[in-house]
Each structure stands twice: as C-alpha cells, then as structure tokens.
C-alpha cells in the first residue's frame, strides 16, 4: 500500500520536490503562512492586511458574518479567485511550507495540486460513477494504471468514511448519492491527488444535521494527515472540530479583516477583542 | 369523529365576499377566448407538419421499393430505377461536411463559453449569425467561386461539403454553446481545484457533461444541411451514376428530387415524392435516435 500510495505521488507530482531542506528540521507536516494579504473585486476592496500561520496537521476554522471576507480569503488559499468571476486583484504573500504561491514563476495549476478545495455544494461530476469521480483528478493529470485506480478509489473512499455505503454501487452516478455522501465523495476526490492542504469553504452548509455530523467526524480524523482549513459559519462547528479559530469581520466600510486569532478553546473562552467577544456570545452576526 | 359536525366557536361573517360579479365573468369569458384562439393557433401550426407529412406519404409511399434504394437514375424519360446514387452521394457530402464542421462549430463554441472575453464574444457570434443568416443560395455561389472556378477546377464533392459545413457550423456554434453556458460553473470549479489545467478540464470534465447537447446540435446540423440544394447545386452539381471521388461531381438526395420533379412524367415525379419521402424519414430517424442516446444528460 506505501508503495503504491507513493507512486501514486510519483505520477501526480512529476516535478522535483520542492520542499528539500539540505541541513533543516524535518518538516512536521505542510504548513502555511499568509503575510499583510489584501484582496479587491474590481477597484473594491474585500479582504485587507490578514496575517495567520496555518498549523501542520490540524484543522483552523474560519469564522464571521456572512460578507466578511471569508471566501474570498480562503479562496487566495489556492488561487481558486483566479477562476472565478469578477476581475480581482491580492496583494501580499501566502506561502506554502515557505514558498510563495503567488510568486511569478508559479503555476496556479500546480499550486492547486498541493492544496486542495471543497465547496459549499457538493458538486461531484455528474457524466461520471462514483469510482470515476474518486479517480478524476488522477485521471485528469496522469495515466493510472487499473490497479493504482482501483487502490485509489477504495483508499480515498475509506478515508472519506464513504467505502462501506458506496462499495456496492462504484459504476452508479456520482449524482445519484444523498447530499452528504455526495459531500464526502468530493472529499475522497480531492484526497485522491494527495493534497499537502485541504481548503473547506462550509463544506456542511447544504447538509442535514446527521450527514453533518459525519463530514465533522470525518475532518476530525483527517487531520491527523493533512493540514486543513475550514470556513464555517456554525460556531459550534468549530469549535467540534478546529484546533485553531480566526474570526473575521467586516467593519462600516465593508472591507473584511482577521479579528483575532488562537486556538479554538481559548477565542471562545476568553477572546481578547471585544468584537470577538460580542460575536461568539451571538450578540450580532 | 369521522362524519361529526363540529360546531364552530366563531360567529359567520355577514355576506360571502367570494361571489363572482358581472366585471369577474367578463373578464372570464375574455380569457377564456383568448386561450381558444391561443389553442386554434397552436393546432394550426402542429397541423401543417402533419398534413405535410401525409400528403407526402400518400404520394411519395408509392415510389418507395427496392429498385428505389439500390438502382440508380435511368436515363431521360425511361421507366423504373431509383436515388441510390444520391443516397450515396448525401451520405459522403454529410460524412465529409460534418468532418470538416464539426471541429470548427464545437471549437467556435468552446472558445466563446471558456476563453471568449467582451467584444471578441460579440464578433464571433455576430460572425456566426450572420453566416447563420445568408440564404443558402449565397453559399453556394460563395463556393463555386472560390473553390469550383479557382481552386479545384471542376464541380465536385468536395466543394459541396464544404458549402454544406458552412451551413452547418453556425448551426453549431449557436446548440452548442447554449449547452455548455449550461454546465455549471461549479464543475469547472471542482476539475480545476484538483489541479487540473483548464483545457483538460474542459475536454474531460464540461464537454462529456454536455455530451447529449452536443449530440443534438451536430444531428440538427447535419439534418438541415442533408436538406440543402441550392448550393449543391452549384458546388457538386449531381450525378446519376456512384461516385466516391471527392474530386467529381457527386449525387445528392435532394438535386435528385429536384431533377426527377423537374421532368415531365409522372414515374420521375412519384419518385420526386418518394426521395422527398427519405429525407423527412432521414431526418426524422436521426432526431429520434439522438433522442435515445442523450436520454438523461444535459441537453
Ligand atoms: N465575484 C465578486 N465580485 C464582486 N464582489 C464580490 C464577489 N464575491 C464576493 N464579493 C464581495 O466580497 C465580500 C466578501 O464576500 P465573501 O468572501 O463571499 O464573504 P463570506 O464568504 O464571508 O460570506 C462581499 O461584500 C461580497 O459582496
Ligand atoms: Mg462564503
């Protein structure tokens, strides 16, 4: 199975390996850095001067009113903007283990190889099964072979807490799943490519309570691998599942700016901001 | 409780204020005339298709047997024999035409969905209409002066798919690009989120979610371009006898139509209403077939 999993790795990354320390520490998982970020829609601005370190294995949760920013920011986290509608212009740096996405040798394609996305809606590809949809991205980039696609599909579908409920029905349309095992296959989707970062912009927001409860459970086991960062706008949410919590908001002006960040018991125990405060107590929002 | 009459605890309000007044039925019996006319309207244009496609039947049913589909075109004025030259030659014009458009129409609208920006969308499409919008006729002469007098020399198949590509790309263009503005945004999303660089996203991910829609379109085209018979005309010319060289003239269904209802007896104008016949069932076959295939896809 390691074995397999790194020439899985091999294919999927083909370009040298970027995080060579000659005499450094080993790295203790990849971690991210985001340095005076600024983001405009056009000549307005959205996000202004974030700064937050994103801890190596663990999950940090992205909290705030609706329209404060956040997925606008986490969408810089990969250079998913770059695809979306409306002409925007960042400013400042997000690195990844050290190096700068947005530097000008970079491709975002790559970029977004290592660091992953689930959206708000599940959105598995519908002219596809649900072993294909697992393998897409893989198939998309590379040629597998049949065994490394079928250890793929079975890995990330066990590690999505989705292969007992799918095992049965891998040639059925992706569409036909429920909302939350569609949620999870597009989580096994994005761990097929062996992201080193997991972007999640409210991945339960369309979801009922239970199918919640299962995509919470399922962060919370992974991770134990894989660095993770997760917009939501569920308190208690984040609190079940981030190690870290930073709160955003939108002052008069409309322009959203991380509040405060720490790790999740103490911003909801004893925020040092008031805002934040005012916030977490429900007292606006 | 079933059947028992429970006695309300609240007065009755004095008068019903639902009962309908003079000014409500007039306005009643307005709409109701207008839905009939409406109806009428509709019945009207439903029964042209039919009562064209009886007529045809009834006159051209006759025509149809064997020696029809397998025979070629006998010479003036005799009896018998049949569009099997034609039918041939429509089959290699489409094949050859739809070679030649079909990359270009889904090219065209795949530039205009996923890469197009303000005014080169507008051009293009405003190019595509206007190509759309010329009378056939104008095609053909288009062609038979660039390619039959300078290029190619002779009237020949080849220029004849060429007339009816052009005529089909539009046709193209426009379903197409319909159908993919309908694929949803959060797919391209997902395919690029994995790493995916856009082109292949598109080839691998939109372009199989708009599969049937695709389909449809190409069929549309090649169904209206089977049609055609001015401009081949004046690009192939016809032919009574088989041909497979690109380089010559080639048969077609409808110049074979044309030239057998053009003659004075009544044996060629059976089989006028008898190729007549082929093309609506041709065309109704394929939009049929399309319609099997690309069940349950986006179309
Ligand atoms: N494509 C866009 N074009 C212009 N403005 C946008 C666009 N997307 C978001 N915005 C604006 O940016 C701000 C932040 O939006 P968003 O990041 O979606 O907030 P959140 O995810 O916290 O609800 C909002 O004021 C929104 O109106
Ligand atoms: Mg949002």
């Given at each position: 199975m390691t074995a397999t999993h790194s020439q899985?790795?091999?294919?999927?990354?083909?370009?040298?390996?970027?995080?060579?320390?000659?005499?450094?520490?080993?790295?203790?998982?990849?971690?991210?850095?985001?340095?005076?970020?600024?983001?405009?829609?056009?000549?307005?601005?959205?996000?202004?001067?974030?700064?937050?370190?994103?801890?190596?294995?663990?999950?940090?949760?992205?909290?705030?009113?609706?329209?404060?920013?956040?997925?606008?920011?986490?969408?810089?986290?990969?250079?998913?903007?770059?695809?979306?509608?409306?002409?925007?212009?960042?400013?400042?740096?997000?690195?990844?283990?050290?190096?700068?996405?947005?530097?000008?040798?970079?491709?975002?394609?790559?970029?977004?190889?290592?660091?992953?996305?689930?959206?708000?809606?599940?959105?598995?590809?519908?002219?596809?099964?649900?072993?294909?949809?697992?393998?897409?991205?893989?198939?998309?980039?590379?040629?597998?072979?049949?065994?490394?696609?079928?250890?793929?599909?079975?890995?990330?579908?066990?590690?999505?807490?989705?292969?007992?409920?799918?095992?049965?029905?891998?040639?059925?349309?992706?569409?036909?799943?429920?909302?939350?095992?569609?949620?999870?296959?597009?989580?096994?989707?994005?761990?097929?490519?062996?992201?080193?970062?997991?972007?999640?912009?409210?991945?339960?927001?369309?979801?009922?309570?239970?199918?919640?409860?299962?995509?919470?459970?399922?962060?919370?086991?992974?991770?134990?691998?894989?660095?993770?960062?997760?917009?939501?706008?569920?308190?208690?949410?984040?609190?079940?599942?981030?190690?870290?919590?930073?709160?955003?908001?939108?002052?008069?002006?409309?322009?959203?700016?991380?509040?405060?960040?720490?790790?999740?018991?103490?911003?909801?125990?004893?925020?040092?901001?008031?805002?934040?405060?005012?916030?977490?107590?429900?007292?606006?929002? | 409780m079933t059947g028992a009459v429970i006695a309300s605890p609240y007065p009755v309000a004095p008068g019903l204020p639902f009962t309908d007044d003079s000014r409500y039925r007039r306005r009643r019996a307005r709409s109701q005339a207008m839905a009939g006319l409406i109806a009428f309207a509709a019945f009207l244009g439903v029964s042209i298709l039919w009562i064209i496609l009886g007529y045809v039947t009834v006159k051209g049913a006759p025509a149809l047997n064997l020696a029809f589909f397998t025979e070629r075109p006998l010479p003036y004025g005799e009896v018998g024999g049949g569009i099997a030259p034609a039918i041939t030659g429509s089959l290699m014009l489409l094949v050859v035409a739809a070679v030649l458009g079909v990359p270009i129409g889904i090219g065209a609208a795949i530039f205009l969905v996923e890469y197009g920006k303000g005014s080169i969308i507008e051009g293009v499409r405003f190019a595509s209409d206007l190509v759309a919008g010329l009378p056939s006729i104008v095609v053909g002469v288009f062609v038979w002066a660039a390619l039959v007098r300078n290029v190619i020399g002779n009237f020949s198949g080849l220029a004849g798919a060429v007339a009816l590509a052009i005529i089909m790309v539009p046709i193209i263009i426009r379903t197409v690009e319909a159908v993919l503005n309908l694929v949803p945004h959060t797919l391209r999303e997902a395919g690029l989120a994995l790493g995916v660089p856009k082109w292949r996203v598109i080839l691998g991910v939109v372009l199989p979610t708009a599969r049937a829609g695709i389909v449809t379109g190409v069929v549309l085209s090649v169904a209206r371009a089977g049609g055609e018979t001015a401009p081949l005309l004046l690009t192939t010319l016809g032919n009574q006898f088989f041909n497979w060289d690109l380089g010559k003239p080639t048969g077609a269904i409808p110049i074979q139509l044309y030239n057998y209802a053009v003659a004075p007896y009544p044996d060629w104008h059976e089989k006028a209403w008898g190729a007549a016949l082929v093309l609506i069932l041709v065309v109704g076959v394929l939009s049929i077939l399309t319609r099997v295939a690309t069940r349950g896809s986006v179309r």
């Open positions: 899985i790795e091999a294919l999927v990354r083909p370009e040298p390996v970027r995080h060579h320390v000659p005499h450094g520490p080993e790295l203790p998982g990849h971690w991210m850095q985001v340095i005076n970020l600024s983001v405009w829609y056009g000549a307005r601005q959205a996000v202004e001067g974030v700064n937050m370190t994103v801890r190596p294995k663990a999950a940090t949760a992205i909290i705030g009113p609706s329209g404060c920013g956040k997925s606008t920011f986490i969408r810089c986290l990969n250079r998913m903007h770059e695809v979306g509608a409306g002409v925007n212009r960042v400013s400042g740096q997000v690195l990844l283990d050290g190096h700068d996405i947005y530097a000008p040798s970079v491709d975002p394609v790559k970029v977004r190889r290592h660091i992953g996305m689930v959206f708000q809606r599940p959105n598995p590809f519908p002219s596809m099964s649900v072993a294909e949809n697992v393998v897409a991205g893989l198939r998309l980039v590379s040629n597998p072979t049949k065994s490394q696609v079928d250890e793929t599909v079975e890995r990330c579908l066990d590690q999505a807490a989705l292969w007992d409920e799918v095992k049965d029905k891998l040639s059925a349309s992706g569409a036909s799943l429920s909302g939350g095992q569609q949620q999870r296959l597009c989580i096994a989707r994005a761990l097929a490519v062996s992201p080193d970062v997991l972007l999640m912009d409210e991945p339960c927001s369309a979801l009922d309570p239970i199918a919640t409860a299962k995509i919470e459970q399922l962060i919370i086991e992974l991770k134990r691998d894989y660095t993770i960062v997760i917009v939501t706008h569920n308190m208690q949410q984040a609190q079940r599942v981030a190690d870290e919590t930073a709160f955003f908001l939108a002052a008069e002006d409309r322009i959203g700016r991380l509040v405060e960040m720490a790790p999740t018991g103490q911003l909801f125990a004893h925020p040092a901001d008031e805002r934040t405060a005012a916030y977490v107590a429900g007292r606006f929002g | -």
